[in-house]
């Protein structure tokens, strides 16, 4: 993992002279394009869930009931590639609403899995997938509406805004998103050994 920046997202609360207090973390996550398995992953921390729920604020997940990425967010996992309209408002959102952006992930990193679909333009890929065979949907009006339109070509996240951070992994392992994210959260440098920095 490496990290562009060294910012600490500790924030320390006003209070009384001499009596400085610490704020918890904002920490959100995001699932783009991908299969939810670093997300799957992240809850494999088990126990120290516990610990990372006693540090942290989780303000915006799909594992939470949250429709809208807040404001002041500390620290942001963003799982999956970008690959749809509504991703790209996503990620534009999250990087102007958060301290640190984290890609989460093979897909976050590199496009991965999510990105095969690159070699296939899209009119041909969405008329092989939705619009052949038994039971086609017809193209135009309002069903083409009702997912989001896919973009041309399938993106990392940082060929889309700056990142500060990578976990690679597919998925991660628990621990080393542990290593990574308790250091992130100390606002010190992650420091992954060697066998956590490969892919796959």
């Not at 620290?75 to 952006?101: F, P, T």
């Amino acid at each position: 993992m490496t990290q562009s920046k060294s910012e600490n997202p500790k924030k320390t609360a006003g209070g009384k002279k001499g009596q400085g207090s610490t704020q918890k973390v904002r920490l959100a996550t995001v699932w783009l394009g991908g299969c939810s398995g670093c997300h799957m992953s992240f809850l494999d921390l088990d126990e120290r869930l516990i610990d990372l729920a006693a540090a942290v604020d989780l303000v915006y997940s799909p594992i939470a009931d949250v429709k809208t990425f807040p404001e002041d967010v500390d620290v942001v996992l963003v799982e999956g590639a970008v690959a749809n309209v509504d991703h790209l408002e996503l990620a534009e959102q999250l990087r102007e609403r958060s301290k640190i952006v984290v890609s989460f992930g093979d897909c976050a990193v590199t496009g991965n899995v999510t990105s095969l679909r690159n070699k296939i333009p899209v009119d041909d890929l969405l008329t092989k997938v939705y619009h052949e065979g038994p039971g086609a949907v017809p193209r135009g009006g309002e069903t083409d509406k009702v997912v989001p339109a896919l973009i041309p070509r399938v993106l990392p996240l940082h060929q889309v805004i700056p990142v500060d951070a990578f976990i690679p992994g597919c998925p991660p392992d628990p621990e080393r998103i542990w290593t990574a994210v308790s250091a992130l959260l100390a606002g010190e440098p992650v420091v992954l050994e060697d066998r956590m920095r490969k892919f796959g």
